[in-house]
């Protein structure tokens, strides 16, 4: 079955320093990986996936995820943080054999502080 | 980028009354739609998905005479919590899928119901 892990509950980070969400995945087959935020009481924006390419995938808002095969994981990367941030993050994987729905992570919290 | 939009926002409602939640693809066609439920600082769990013009496919260990879908469009689905009890209470969002294809779309979320049983 399909999985991913998000090994931190919380992350803390300076304003201005550069930040990590690590996710790990466990797929049969090709991984189709994505990154959501969700801000207090909001649902989930999308920030970016990777399905094939490049492994530095670029998204929304100055994030980027880099894909590794090896280590299997999927870490959202930021060069510099901003206090508006801090939110909660998930990764997620399409679990393609059944019928495409996604796999969500447990969740990471982002602090950003100034 | 892919607007979906869900109503209500926040509901209160009392025990035993049904509460109908309406979730809108705003600028594109979804032919699939989903449901989700979360708990306080916890990650989504999926409730049912729903499939415009069929029925919806619930996950194991939800009642799907409790919570009934119905995805009457490719812009609309809608889940009606019937008799609603306290233990329902939660934050309710849906997501919408682009008819691009499985394999590669991307799913757009809703911006969630907070709901309230008394």
């Known amino acids: 079955a399909q999985s991913v892990a998000q090994p931190e509950d919380q992350v803390n980070v300076a304003e201005g320093n550069p930040l990590t969400v690590k996710c790990t995945y466990s797929v049969s087959g090709n991984p189709y990986l994505f990154w959501y935020v969700q801000y207090p009481n909001r649902g989930l924006q999308f920030l970016l996936k990777?399905?094939?390419?490049?492994?530095l995938v670029k998204g929304s808002y100055g994030f980027e995820a880099e894909f590794n095969k090896s280590q299997t994981s999927f870490h959202l990367k930021k060069p510099s943080a901003l206090v508006s941030d801090s939110a909660l993050y998930f990764c997620?994987?399409?679990?393609?054999?059944?019928?495409?729905?996604?796999?969500f992570g447990q969740g990471t919290e982002l602090s950003v502080k100034p | 980028g892919a607007v979906v939009s869900q109503h209500p926002s926040r509901v209160i409602c009392k025990s035993g009354t049904s509460v109908k939640i309406e979730c809108r693809s705003l600028d594109f066609q979804a032919t699939t739609m989903f449901w989700y439920r979360q708990f306080p600082k916890q990650s989504l769990m999926l409730m049912a998905t729903s499939n415009e013009g069929s029925k919806a496919t619930y996950e194991q260990g939800v009642e799907k005479d409790k919570f009934l879908i119905n995805h009457a469009s490719l812009t609309l689905s809608t889940l009606t919590v019937t008799s609603a009890h306290p233990e329902d209470s939660s934050f309710y969002i849906c997501?919408?899928?682009?008819?691009?294809?499985?394999?590669?779309?991307?799913?757009?979320f809703g911006p969630g119901t907070r709901l309230t049983v008394l």
């Open positions: 990777y399905i094939t390419g490049d492994n």
């Open positions: 997620a994987v399409r679990d393609y054999n059944q019928g495409g729905k996604l796999i």
């Open positions: 997501s919408a899928r682009e008819l691009a294809g499985v394999s590669t779309d991307t799913q757009y």
